[in-house]
């Protein structure tokens, strides 16, 4: 009897490991791509090289804009590479997998910046993973270039002042992407109604939504439905009935591409079919995460970057052949924040964190990237000053481009 | 918002929490745990049910008929490798507990592996998403109506088994003594595989339907935990529980996003079920029965 208990405890624990093994870790985990980089160094004998972190969620919840940004980096870095490298030293990218998990984020950035001792860490896009990272990278002085559309993530809300180490990189965050929006959905489309539809437990998604209550009201708009749910809630037609029996002329959705998902298909089977509002979690791969992109009849949001643009052919055609899967606008963020760092450690010729943080804050000014051009990062607030961004146009499941947009009602 | 159309909309809830908690149940009434496992097959059958309706075109009837019977023999393979040792050696509760935890988070990380956390949607099975009544008053989906349609057909199957076969005859033997019932020459391993079976293709079909309705993503066996709240509403171990547990969780959800908001409907939820457990641990439709020596 003992040693039958024994043998099924450690069959359980095997059991156990082995479901933990198939799970990424986040120590000791690099992407291929960075590997590689690692072998062709060693290999050439050499030893110094440039470390450029990589923390992102590559296995859960938010996978497809993770992958998205750690791989988009990951070519910035192998082009950087091919073309000498930075400072005359190559860059390697080590990337970890955060889950989208705060605890696993911290742990990612310690051993990062511990062990692995890199410069820069190209960070999260959800906003409430970057918040974790906030007092760490204060007290490391480490920089994390991320995407968190809450400006509360690089400014403390109290003082003002911004976190030593955070910086909004490529993307202007959710009071510029809200006042975008309802300046456009005002003017253009002449709608006076809106119903807003969010998750309360995602930073992203209840920002942009406060943010974009106080852009439409401020410009005389009218909100006549807020209605909520929870991160890991499935079924929203009870809110989506709601929304259907008010006044709403459209439906105000920031949430993350799968919520999108979700709540544009039960909306149809619902007979619900108001326009939608994205902000910038509509881009694909939202079109083809639908079976049948055609329930989405309208829908407006806001992107970086138009992808089928000429000037992105090349970046696209790299990036099929390396990852043998379509580029999308999240893949230009990760893209384009390696190309920042460069321009950062290049400005201040130092790849120390400290010096690249004083060169983001101080330093990049008008600098061409592939998709952004005269960009400009903000020593105050750590984000990017007056980003033009693209309006994008869902019309029965095609997607087409209404050309660049700057808000006309907002200082 | 009509309050009739809160019921429809509850009760298309409900059903899904019905399939779910039918084959949490048949497992809970024969070996007395709860198989959290099922959360596993359910997802792994899921993903089946995609690749065969993705790859070769299959209609949604094929689909669930192969997917249920895939879920039926995967399920009995989870018995086979997590609980018949256990059983045979007359294995401590935990020790079936911590199995069906282990595989059931097992499952769900093999299709995390293998598919990513990337969401996929399952085809359009039906032409028109939704149909009205009375002129529009009432919207009621198309795949909900197929779910409760479902859910009711496959009760009704099961009970029949249960109550009028010789293997529900001795899936209740079982159920109420495993010792004797073995003494009385029933084979008890042939039972129990059969219970897996038929609990297999019940998640099978529940995942299916979880599909059509969400989409599908490794995570998506975590409603087995919807399907538990439902068994312990209406009563562990109790089929006809299962359905009133289903439709009441499903009921009480709609109602109090309605009236409170979604915030606060999983903290009532979560309360309600305690409550339960504290005040009447048979659930709704279950009985305290004193056993005699």
């Known amino acids: 009897m003992i040693k039958t208990k024994g043998r099924a405890i450690i069959g359980m624990t095997l059991a156990a490991v082995l479901a933990l093994s198939g799970c990424s870790g986040t120590t000791g985990q690099t992407t291929g791509g960075s590997t590689e980089n690692e072998s062709k160094t060693q290999a050439a004998g050499g030893v110094d090289v440039i470390i450029v972190g990589g923390i992102n969620d590559l296995s859960g919840d938010g996978s497809v804009l993770g992958n998205a940004v750690s791989n988009g980096a990951q070519l910035a870095v192998d082009e950087i590479n091919a073309a000498g490298g930075i400072l005359g030293k190559q860059l390697v990218y080590k990337a970890y997998d955060n889950r989208n998990d705060g605890t696993e984020t911290i742990n990612a950035y310690n051993r990062l910046t511990d062990i692995d001792k890199a410069v820069a860490i190209i960070g999260p896009p959800s906003s409430t993973i970057c918040m974790s990272l906030i007092e760490v990278s204060s007290e490391r002085k480490v920089p994390v270039l991320c995407l968190p559309s809450d400006p509360n993530v690089t400014v403390n809300a109290k003082t003002g002042e911004p976190y030593p180490g955070m910086f909004l990189v490529a993307q202007p965050n959710a009071i510029a992407q809200a006042q975008l929006m309802s300046d456009f959905m005002l003017m253009n489309k002449n709608k006076t109604k809106a119903a807003i539809f969010y998750d309360t437990a995602n930073s992203y998604s209840t920002i942009s939504a406060q943010a974009f209550e106080e852009a439409w009201t401020q410009i005389g708009g009218e909100v006549v439905s807020v209605q909520t749910f929870q991160t890991n809630d499935n079924d929203f037609k009870t809110q989506l009935s709601k929304i259907k029996q008010s006044d709403a002329e459209f439906i105000f959705l920031p949430n993350t591409t799968p919520y999108c998902v979700l709540i544009v298909q039960q909306a149809a089977q619902i007979g619900l079919e108001l326009p939608y509002v994205g902000a910038m979690d509509m881009a694909n791969p939202f079109l083809s995460l639908l079976d049948n992109p055609s329930i989405c009849k309208e829908a407006y949001f806001e992107a970086v970057a138009w992808m089928q643009d000429e000037n992105l052919d090349h970046f696209r055609e790299q990036y099929k052949a390396k990852f043998g899967e379509e580029a999308t606008v999240k893949s230009t963020s990760g893209y384009e924040q390696v190309y920042v760092l460069k321009a950062a450690i290049e400005a201040n010729q130092s790849a120390e964190p400290e010096q690249i943080i004083n060169a983001l804050e101080n330093k990049i000014k008008d600098l061409d990237l592939l998709t952004i051009k005269g960009y400009t990062q903000n020593g105050e607030t750590h984000a990017p000053d007056n980003m033009e961004m693209v309006i994008c146009e869902i019309h029965d499941g095609v997607l087409t481009e209404l050309g660049s947009y700057k808000p006309t009602l907002f200082d | ?293």
Do not use: W
């Not at chain 2, 075109?57 to 669930?64: A, D, Q, S, Y």
């Open chain 2, 1 to 293: 918002m009509n309050i009739i159309q809160l019921i429809i909309n509850g009760i298309s809830l409900g059903s899904v929490y019905v399939l779910i908690s039918l084959g949490f149940t048949l497992i809970f009434s024969v070996l007395k745990f709860s198989n959290f496992s099922h959360g596993g097959v359910m997802v792994v059958s899921a993903y089946f049910g995609y690749i065969i309706a993705r790859q070769f075109g299959f209609g949604l009837i094929p689909t669930l008929i192969l997917t249920a019977i895939f879920g039926g023999i995967l399920s009995s393979l989870v018995e086979v490798i997590g609980f018949e040792r256990l059983r045979r050696n007359n294995g401590d509760i935990m020790l079936y507990f911590v199995a069906s935890s282990t595989l059931g988070t097992m499952l769900q990380n093999i299709m995390a592996v293998t598919f990513s956390s990337t969401y996929y949607s399952y085809p359009t099975f039906f032409k028109k998403p939704y149909f009205e009544l009375f002129g529009g008053t009432f919207t009621i989906p198309v795949s909900d109506t197929i779910m409760l349609g479902v859910s009711t057909t496959l009760i009704i199957i099961l009970m029949y088994i249960i109550y009028k076969t010789r293997l529900g005859v001795s899936i209740r033997a079982l159920s109420m003594d495993s010792q004797t019932a073995k003494l009385m020459g029933i084979n008890v391993s042939v039972v129990v595989f059969m219970c897996f079976f038929i609990s297999g293709v019940l998640g099978a079909i529940s995942g299916v339907f979880l599909g059509i309705n969400y989409v599908l993503y490794p995570q998506l066996g975590q409603m087995v935990f919807k399907g538990f709240t439902a068994s312990i509403i209406g009563g562990l171990g109790n089929i006809s529980g299962a359905l009133f547990g289903g439709l009441l969780l499903g009921l009480s959800e709609v109602l109090l996003i309605y009236f409170v908001g979604s915030g606060y409907s999983t903290a009532i939820i979560f309360i309600l079920t305690i409550v339960f457990l504290i005040f009447r641990p048979q659930g709704i439709t279950g009985k305290i029965v004193s056993e005699k020596v």
